[in-house]
Nanobody
């Protein structure tokens, strides 16, 4: 499974960005049987799970730090998952990764990075004050 993120860049506080995660090269399961998550990481800190989505049943989950500001969504026709980020804050600055796993192997949506076998290379988001 291949994941390619895009859409990162710079924004000012209060601004918006939309990240995309294009998923391809599926192994045995179609896109709608995957769970997709967005994580972020800053140097010296652990990877933080930001938002998660099950393409199987449509359920979503958000970290408290982004709830009400970020929205995860999926376009099955494009096999792409998006992260709409509004009301950005400087503390949102990080390298953002998307990750995928076959839904049958997920024990807990938003259960942490160990739940996911497939990762993209990351896209940088920088929010200035």
């Amino acid at each position: 499974v291949q994941l390619v993120e895009s859409g990162g860049g710079s924004a000012q506080t209060g601004g918006s960005l939309r990240l995309s995660c294009a998923v391809s090269k599926f192994t045995g399961y179609p896109f709608d049987k995957y769970a997709i998550a967005w994580f972020r990481q800053v140097p010296g800190k652990q990877r933080e799970e930001v938002a998660c989505l099950s393409n199987d049943d449509g359920s979503t989950h958000y970290a408290d730090s982004v709830k009400g500001r970020f929205t995860i969504s999926s376009d099955n026709s494009k096999t792409t998952v998006y992260l709409q980020m509004n009301s950005l804050k400087p503390e949102d600055t990080a390298l953002y990764y998307c990750a995928a796993e076959r839904w049958v192997y997920i024990q807990s949506l938003c259960g942490g990075p160990d739940e996911y076998d497939y990762w993209g290379q990351g896209t940088q988001v920088t929010v200035s004050s």
